[in-house]
Nanobody
Framework: QVQLVESGGGLVQAGGSLRLSCAAS????????MGWFRQSPGKEREFVAA????????YYADSVKGRFTMSRDNVKNTVYLQMNSLKPEDTAVYYC??????????????????WGQGTQVTVSS
């Protein structure tokens, strides 16, 4: 089992940047594919990005491609989401998640086994 704790959220103006972090407990972090999802009020949770166990493959939602970059450090047991050129529509609670079993990067939330508590990102216009 792994526990996930997100940090780095906050309030930023449109066009600005934020870097989210997700720290994982346990010694098996490198065996999980990792994902970032977000949810805004009244909307379903949506996929943002995913990264493979080794970090050599990433996958992004079209809405963030070219603006967001996901990375991981398997020594520090941490994944990151660098968010640039933020837009008001990026406002949401951002969650990181761990997938212990898939052999591929998934955009489906049901594929992920463990979730953090979320961190709020608010982008003002």
């Amino acid at each position: 089992q792994v526990q996930l704790v997100e940090s780095g959220g906050g309030l930023v103006q449109a066009g600005g940047s934020l870097r989210l972090s997700c720290a994982a407990s346990g010694r098996t972090f490198s065996t999980y594919n990792m994902g970032w999802f977000r949810q805004s009020p009244g909307k379903e949770r949506e996929f943002v990005a995913a990264i493979s166990r080794s970090g050599d493959t990433t996958y992004y939602a079209d809405s963030v491609k070219g603006r967001f970059t996901m990375s991981r450090d398997n020594v520090k047991n941490t994944v990151y989401l660098q968010m640039n050129s933020l837009k008001p529509e990026d406002t949401a609670v951002y969650y990181c998640a761990a997938d212990r079993s898939s052999g591929y990067l998934s955009r489906l939330s049901r594929q992920y086994n463990y979730w953090g508590q979320g961190t709020q990102v608010t982008v003002s216009s």
